[in-house]
T-cell receptor
């Protein structure tokens, strides 16, 4: 019963490098989400996906790219990392059956951009 | 547009005393409301939710929340706080009448329970 896993859990990179954060869920939930958590801002939505091959921008999408070729995977790519992207990143998934919806979160990836 | 506010950044309470963490929301119709808890270096854990029905919702670890439509509030409560309840608490809202929109989260309230 793995639920949602994220990898890596910790990552240090340099400005300008490309970084991909992985997210995998075992429930076949249709919806998946990427959030970043920063002090003073709470959780901010980066991108979300309603199903495979369907993605939408959230509140803070600039500098990020997502894809969803399979229902269970939702990778987040920072094409050219900047210091402002230092943050903790959380992936989440949600079952969308009416009245039963609950959003579940992964353990997070702590990213430091030097 | 949907939004949620947690007016207190920090709540301090003595162990054994009742605790309340406040949340107010703004949606056009009937909301779906949620509380999550985050322990240090961990992801968010689901505590409880209001979808429909009884306004008093009971959740994990002895927590409960009351949906108050007239005051547009969904405060989290516990009759007797434990030191282990110390964590960051997030309220979230979704307007189901707007389709399958993402949850909108408050900025979080840090609860400290003092022994």
């Amino acid at each position: 019963d793995a639920g949602i896993t994220q990898s890596p859990r910790y990552k240090i990179t340099e400005t300008g490098r490309q970084v991909t954060l992985m997210c995998h869920q075992t429930w076949s939930h249709s919806y998946m989400f990427w959030y970043r958590q920063d002090l003073g801002h709470g959780l901010r939505l980066i991108y979300y996906s309603a199903a495979a091959d369907i993605t939408d921008k959230g509140e803070v999408p600039d500098g990020y790219v997502v894809s969803r070729s399979k229902t269970e995977n939702f990778p987040l790519t920072l094409e050219s990392a900047t210091r402002s992207q230092t943050s903790v990143y959380f992936c989440a998934s949600r079952l969308t059956r009416a009245g039963l919806e609950t959003q579940y979160f992964g353990p997070g990836t702590r990213l430091l951009v030097l | 547009a949907q939004s949620v506010a947690q007016p207190e950044d920090q709540v301090n309470v003595a162990e054994g005393n009742p605790l309340t963490v406040k949340c107010t929301y703004s949606v056009s119709g009937n909301p779906y409301l949620f509380w999550y808890v985050q322990y240090p270096n961990r992801g968010l854990q689901f505590l409880l939710k209001y979808i429909t029905g009884d306004n008093l919702v009971k959740g994990s670890y002895g927590f409960e929340a009351e949906f108050n439509k007239s005051q547009t509030s969904f405060h989290l409560k516990k009759p007797s706080a434990l030191v282990s309840d110390s964590a960051l608490y997030f309220c979230a809202v979704r307007d189901p009448n707007s389709g399958n929109t993402p949850l909108v989260f408050g900025k979080g309230t840090r609860l400290s329970v003092i022994a």
